[in-house]
């Protein structure tokens, strides 16, 4: 079966520093992988996507990028926090090339807190 | 571009009572899927049920169905014989059909409270 590692659970960040979030999927081959943010209390807001490896698109002009290094493994990274990139972030796979219709798997999901 | 609105930010029903979240989307596609996601306060987004928009007929997961309305781009859900595990937020997303990227579209979520 499928699964996805999302990792830290938790972090505290002051401003100014870098981060780098990681997640991981096992148990399937060629996903697309997403990185989502959900403000509190409200939907989710689509930050980047890839579809294959090497292969980022970004639908939000900010201070975070994305990475994938690998075929089931995406990055979240910041060289420089800002107090705004505070909140819950979610990484998300779906299947790939023809499952039009496969809903998203999501991870556990990080709590950012820069401060 | 596509948008989803979810006009309920809040709901409440009774334990084993029925109860329907309300979605509507705007799309110019003819090809998508709509989904319901629940998140509980563990925050763990799980898949509810979806529905294929080329496919008449209301798609049903045990408890929970949807009553999709095409042309008025309407995408309820409907919860029977609610359970307190039910207690959750609840989203409506859209997918386009015809991209391999398969970007999902979210509405703000409906905070669902089930009493004893």
């Known amino acids: 079966s499928q699964t996805i590692h999302q990792w830290p659970a938790t972090l505290v960040q002051p401003v100014g520093s870098p981060l780098s979030l990681e997640c991981t999927v096992e148990g399937t081959s060629n996903p697309n992988l997403y990185w989502y943010r959900q403000a509190a209390g409200r939907g989710l807001q689509l930050l980047f996507y890839s579809v294959d490896i090497g292969q980022i698109s970004s639908e939000v002009p900010q201070n975070l990028s994305a990475s994938r290094p690998q075929d089931r493994q995406f990055i979240l990274s910041s060289k420089k926090l800002l107090l705004s990139d505070s909140g819950f972030y979610l990484c998300a796979w779906s299947g790939g090339m023809g499952s039009y219709n496969s809903p998203l798997h999501f991870g556990n999901g990080t709590r950012l807190t820069v401060t | 571009a596509q948008t989803v609105t979810q006009s309920q930010p809040e709901m409440s029903v009774q334990e084993a009572e029925t109860v329907t979240l309300s979605c509507t989307y705007d799309t110019s596609e003819s090809d998508y899927y709509l989904f319901w996601y629940k998140q509980p306060p563990s925050r763990q987004m799980i898949l509810v049920i979806r529905?294929?928009?080329?496919?008449?007929q209301n798609a049903t997961e045990n408890r929970f169905s949807v009553n999709f309305q095409k042309a008025a781009k309407s995408f309820s859900l409907k919860i029977s014989d609610s359970q307190l595990g039910d207690a959750a937020m609840y989203f409506c997303a859209y997918r386009r059909g015809d991209t391999n990227a398969g970007k999902s579209t979210f509405g703000d979520g409906t905070t669902l409270t089930v009493k004893p």
């Open positions: 529905q294929e928009a080329y496919k008449q």
